[in-house]
């Protein structure tokens, strides 16, 4: 089992639409979560940290859930450029470890 | 305020051939990671380097790659006899402090796309 698990998609949607990732970690020693972005041959790029009692960045919403390991986004009102890979990232304590999940990827279409 | 430089950007070696990859962190940034991510796979941990030390080398092929992050300069990744499934991108981040619950946020350079032929 992989230690930081995605769904697979691709997810296709409409612009305006309202689109869900989720995310599961094995390790409970799990210490921080945060979502990136990466664009078609581009480097990966922060989007968001996810903070226990979670939050909101505009039309991005992340929640965390510690007791079942899981980690949400939430984007409203999708955008042609929301188009990307969304990666879930986990680091342990300690920091050092940083794991990312496989990415799920989103086209959102007009 | 530079970001994570990597150099070159891109570059072509004949298998057989050693490629060297340049990473320099961010300003302030003591903590640098090498990445490599496969055509249409995901970011695969490589290594995890401080100033003169690796600390985690998990993700490092047994063979012909090697990391080094000296006292002075960049940190460098060398792939040595290269072949053709080395064909990737190879992004470097650095992070600040990794004893702070956000301070371990890695940054990411664009990335080295290293092509065998």
């Known amino acids: 089992r992989k230690e930081v698990e995605q769904d697979p998609g691709p997810f296709n949607v409409p612009e305006g639409a309202t689109v869900a990732f989720n995310c599961t970690y094995s390790?409970?020693?799990?210490?921080?979560f945060f979502w990136y972005r990466q664009d078609c041959r581009k480097e990966p790029k922060l989007l968001m940290s996810v903070y226990s009692s979670g939050n909101e960045d505009g039309r991005f919403t992340a929640q965390l859930n510690r007791a079942s390991q899981y980690i949400s986004l939430l984007i409203r009102d999708s955008k042609l450029s929301d188009s990307a890979t969304y990666l879930c990232?986990?680091?342990?304590?300690?920091?050092?470890?940083?794991?990312f999940g496989a990415g799920t990827r989103l086209f959102v279409k007009a | 305020n530079a970001g994570v430089m990597q150099n070159p950007r891109h570059l072509v070696r004949r298998r057989g051939q050693e490629a060297r990859l340049r990473c320099s962190p961010m300003k302030g940034h003591s903590h640098v990671y090498w990445y490599r991510q496969l055509p249409e796979e995901g970011l695969k941990f490589m290594v995890y380097?401080?100033?003169?030390?690796?600390?985690?080398e998990s993700g490092m092929p047994k063979e012909r790659f090697s990391a080094e992050f000296p006292k002075e300069g960049p940190s460098i990744l060398r792939i040595q006899q290269v072949v053709r499934g080395d064909s990737a991108a190879y992004f470097c981040?650095?992070?600040?402090?990794?004893?702070?619950?956000?301070?371990?946020?890695?940054?990411f350079g664009e990335g080295s796309w290293l092509t065998v032929v």
């Open positions: 981040a650095s992070s600040p402090n990794v004893n702070d619950i956000f301070g371990n946020t890695i940054y």
């Open positions: 380097l401080q100033k003169e030390n690796i600390i985690d």
């Open positions: 990232v986990v680091t342990h304590t300690g920091g050092f470890k940083t794991i």
């Open positions: 390790n409970s020693a799990s210490q921080s």
